[in-house]
């Protein structure tokens, strides 16, 4: 079992930029599939983007494509989502996943709330 905590959120202004982290315990680590996913007050969670645990295949949401980085250091056991070009609908609840496969990602972080102001 892996354990997750996120940091780095906070409150930008629009077309700002946010670095998230997300340092996980084990030395398994680079055996994990890692991603991003968020959670808008009153919407489901959405999935954000998504690397392999290798860190040589990536996905996004398109919403996000062309603005959001996912990056890995399996030394440091963490995972990154850099954020640039922040807009209002960017606001949410940012959870970090990792899993055996980037389309099979069962354990979960608390959250780090992440705020766009327009």
């Known amino acids: 079992q892996v354990q997750l905590v996120e940091s780095g959120g906070g409150l930008v202004q629009t077309g700002g930029s946010l670095r998230l982290s997300c340092t996980a315990s084990g030395r398994t680590f680079g055996s994990y599939a890692m991603g991003w996913f968020r959670q808008a007050p009153g919407k489901e969670r959405e999935f954000v983007a998504s690397?392999?645990?290798?860190?040589?295949?990536?996905g996004y949401a398109d919403s996000v494509k062309a603005r959001f980085t996912i990056s890995r250091d399996n030394a440091k056991n963490t995972v990154y989502l850099q954020m640039n070009s922040l807009k209002p609908e960017d606001t949410a609840v940012y959870y970090c996943?990792?899993?055996?496969?980037?389309?099979?990602?069962?354990?979960w972080g608390q959250g780090t709330q992440v705020t766009v102001s327009s």
């Open positions: 996943a990792a899993g055996p496969a980037r389309v099979n990602l069962n354990y």
């Open positions: 690397i392999s645990s290798s860190g040589l295949s990536t």
